[in-house]
């Protein structure tokens, strides 16, 4: 278990918003045993969190071309300003993987202290499109799984598609639960001093595509915000995994003192928790879950 947080932490309620309410997920299939088109969006506009999840297991094409990852942006009509800003790893292990591209996200994206954790590659593209683009991820060794997450933005319609290898036809493989284009409302969870009170991130109701309707499990890149008021005489927060390995982060922005908020980076074994004490304060506490796991993330709120 790694954690990097003052024990006592003092909170103060500010309004909050989130960059992206809608997130596109590639990640259908998972594992990949051939080349080809991985996902296709097409006429995508405004804002966005995008989250890149695959695991190489083709064996066809040893060469570097036939095992390279693409992000390809086509304006849809004649050109479009696009932005694209996050962070990305490769590890044998997917949840490795999330783990580092999230804390470089979270960096890049949120302001993010760095820290002595691991941490991914820096994903960066600015600029005016006029024609096809194809962004090289990586070249993604066999066994190996590409994580990415990021904020896209762009002014007018684009398509996205995300390549593996050569191949232009639909790409073989396991796994095509997830991918899709996702929107939620970031509504922030009251809570009130009646007993002990639970939020589990990652459990349904899950999001669905409302095209495709391939179901978002586990949530992917979605975030959470608890809003706790003074009189709220529950001060002890419990984070316990449930089911599985959980890593998560949680940010804690006052509006006074720090501007740039308390970051605490929980990693953490299955069914293995840990304790926090927090102030007597108004406070929100937003949520980061890692993309590279779905295991569900119970916050426990108890009294002193």
Not at 70 to 97: D, H, M, Q, W
Not at 257 to 271: H, M, S
Not at 282 to 290: A, H, R
């Amino acid at each position: 278990m790694k954690i990097i947080i003052p024990y006592i932490i003092l909170l103060l309620l500010i309004p909050t918003c989130s960059f992206a309410e809608r997130v596109v997920v590639s990640n259908a299939p998972e594992t990949i045993t051939s080349s080809g088109v991985l996902y296709k969006l097409d006429n995508f506009n405004g804002r966005a969190r995008i989250i890149i999840h695959h695991k190489n297991m083709q064996f066809t094409d040893v060469t570097n071309e036939g095992n390279q990852l693409r992000l390809i942006i086509t304006p849809a009509n004649k050109k479009a300003k696009v932005e694209l800003i996050g962070g990305s790893s490769v590890s044998r292990s997917g949840y490795v993987a999330g783990a580092n591209a999230t804390n470089k996200y979270l960096e890049l994206a949120k302001g993010m202290p760095s820290s002595h954790l691991g941490t991914g590659d820096a994903v960066s593209f600015s600029g005016l499109i006029e024609k096809p683009i194809a962004y090289i991820l990586c070249t993604l060794p066999r066994y190996s799984v590409y994580s990415m997450i990021a904020d896209i933005d762009t002014n007018a319609p684009i398509n996205i598609q995300v390549v593996f290898g050569k191949g232009d036809a639909i790409a073989h493989g396991r796994g095509f639960h997830m991918a899709g284009l996702y929107s939620y409302d970031l509504v922030p969870i009251e809570l009130h001093d009646k007993g002990s009170q639970t939020i589990t991130l990652g459990t349904p109701p899950y999001l669905v595509d409302k095209t495709t309707q391939r179901v978002n499990k586990g949530n992917y890149g979605v975030d959470t915000e608890l809003r706790l008021p003074f009189s709220l005489r529950h001060r002890k927060l419990v984070v316990s995994a449930r089911g599985g390995r959980a890593y998560i982060v949680l940010h804690i922005i006052p509006c006074m003192g720090i501007p740039e908020g308390e970051w605490i980076i929980i990693d953490l074994q299955a069914y293995e928790s840990v304790t926090y004490t927090l102030s007597g304060n108004d406070m929100v506490i937003k949520t980061f879950p890692i993309s590279g796991s779905s295991y569900p993330v119970r916050l426990t709120l108890t009294g002193l």
